[in-house]
C-alpha cells in the first residue's frame, strides 16, 4: 500500500496528473471513488476549449490555450499506450448568437479579453452568410446571426480520455484503485497515510485532485478551497448522418452521430436529478440554432455537476502546513488535461510548483473586503 506519490481522486483531473506521474517513471496509486459519487467526469461535454475563458483572470486563458498546443502530442501518447482513438479534433468552434445584441456583446466581451492580453487570442466573428458556407449541411433557424469562432477550439470523447488515462497509468506500472474513498489524511515523518474504509495508503507525497470532495480533504492538511457544486443538464439525440463539421458551446456532434445539447447552469447545490424545465430550456435553444432538430429523437438526458471556485478559475497549491501535499481543482479537466499531465506532474515530481501558477493559489479568495 505503498507509494511514491498518492493521488486522491481518478477522474479527468487526477487520472491526468496520475497519468503525468506515472510517465516520469514514479511509482503512482490512483485512488478512484465509488459509482455513485458526484463525477465531474461522467457529465462532460467533451469540449477542448480555448474561447472566452479568463474573462475576470486573463492567466486563465493563456493557461487554457497552453494546453491545448499540448493535446496532440499528450492524445497520441495515450492512444499508443491505450489503444483507444479519443477521437480528437482541433478544427475550431461556434459560440453561436441569436440577436444582433448577442452578437455584439460577445464581439466586445472576445475583444476586451483579447486587448488585456495584447493580442494573444485567436478569434474572429463570422456573419450569417459565412456561417452557412462553413457548414453547408445544416438549415440555420431564422434568430442564428452569426457566431465567434475560435480557430483552436475542438472536442474530443471524454469518456474514451478517462479510460484511456487509466489505461495508460496501469501500462506504466501505476495502480488504479477502484471503488475507495479517501476519509482520513495524517502526516508524519515519513510522508502520508490515506486512510479508507478498510485500508491505509502511504506515499511521500500525495495529489488532493476529488472533485468536489478535495474541499474536505485539503481541510485536513490546510488547504482550504472554496468550491460550490454547480449542476448541469445535458440532452442527446439519436444517431444522425454528420452535419456539425465543427463543435459548439452548447451543441456538437459526436463521430458516433450523436448530437449533444447542452448545459444548464443551475446553483441548486448536491442535486444531479433532471429535470423537464432543464430539457425544455435546452432544446428551446437548439431549435432556434437548428429548426431541424424538432424531427428527432433525445434518447437520453442526464445531470453532472461542475466543480466551481468563487471566481470559476483553477485552484493549484501546496500545503504551507503539510508539504508534500498538492491540490488541483478545476471545471476545465478535459481542456486542462493535457497541462496537467505535463506541468502539474512536473510540479509534483519537482516538490514546488512554479511561479507563475501562484495566481492560481486559493488565497487569492483571502482579499478582505476592507481592501
Not at 439519436?238 to 450523436?258: C, I, K, N, W, Y
Not at 510540479?347 to 488565497?363: C, K, M, N, Y
Request: glycine share 12%; with cysteine; net charge neutral.
Amino acid at each position: 500500500m505503498t507509494s511514491d506519490i498518492l493521488v486522491i481522486g481518478g477522474g479527468t483531473v487526477g487520472a491526468a496528473i496520475g497519468f503525468g506521474l506515472a510517465q516520469r517513471h514514479l511509482k503512482v496509486t490512483v485512488l478512484d471513488g465509488g459509482d455513485r459519487d458526484y463525477r465531474a467526469a461522467r457529465a462532460n461535454f467533451g469540449l477542448v476549449w480555448i474561447q472566452g475563458k479568463g474573462a475576470n483572470m486573463p492567466e486563465y486563458q493563456l493557461w487554457s490555450q497552453r494546453s491545448a498546443r499540448l493535446w496532440g502530442d499528450f492524445s497520441a501518447k495515450l492512444q499508443n499506450l491505450s489503444g483507444r482513438d479519443l477521437q480528437l479534433e482541433q478544427n475550431g468552434g461556434f459560440v453561436f448568437s441569436l440577436s444582433e445584441a448577442e452578437f455584439e456583446a460577445r464581439h466586445t466581451a472576445l475583444q476586451k479579453l483579447h486587448n488585456s492580453l495584447g493580442g494573444n487570442i485567436d478569434f474572429e466573428m463570422i456573419d450569417r452568410s459565412r456561417l452557412e458556407r462553413m457548414n453547408p449541411g445544416v438549415t440555420f433557424g431564422p434568430d442564428v446571426c452569426g457566431a465567434s469562432f475560435g480557430h483552436r477550439d475542438g472536442h474530443v470523447n471524454p469518456l474514451f480520455l478517462l479510460s484511456a488515462l487509466h489505461a495508460g497509468i496501469e501500462k506504466l506500472g501505476g495502480r488504479i484503485v477502484s471503488s475507495t474513498q479517501a476519509e482520513k489524511i495524517r502526516s508524519d515523518g515519513a510522508g502520508f497515510a490515506v486512510e479508507t474504509k478498510t485500508d491505509t495508503f502511504r506515499a511521500s507525497r500525495i495529489v488532493i485532485a476529488a472533485g468536489l470532495s478535495s474541499q474536505g480533504l485539503g481541510a485536513q492538511v490546510g488547504l482550504d478551497v472554496p468550491l460550490r457544486p454547480q449542476r448541469g443538464q445535458i440532452l442527446v439525440t439519436e444517431r444522425l448522418t454528420p452535419v456539425l463539421p465543427f463543435p459548439a458551446s452548447g451543441l456538437r456532434q459526436t463521430q458516433e452521430g450523436t448530437v449533444m445539447i447542452g448545459a444548464t447552469n443551475e446553483d441548486v447545490g448536491y442535486n444531479v436529478t433532471t429535470t423537464g424545465a432543464g430539457a425544455a430550456k435546452l432544446s428551446a435553444r437548439a431549435l432556434r440554432i437548428i429548426p431541424a432538430l424538432s424531427n428527432v429523437t433525445l434518447v437520453r438526458q442526464w445531470a453532472g455537476l461542475r466543480v466551481l471556485s468563487p471566481d470559476n478559475c483553477p485552484i493549484y497549491a501546496q500545503s504551507e502546513t503539510h508539504p508534500g501535499a498538492f491540490i488541483a481543482v478545476c471545471h476545465s479537466g478535459i481542456t486542462l488535461a493535457a497541462i496537467h499531465a505535463e506541468i502539474i506532474a512536473q510540479a509534483v515530481l519537482d516538490g514546488a510548483l512554479p511561479p507563475t501558477l501562484e495566481v492560481f493559489h486559493q488565497r487569492r479568495f483571502n482579499v478582505s473586503k476592507a481592501a
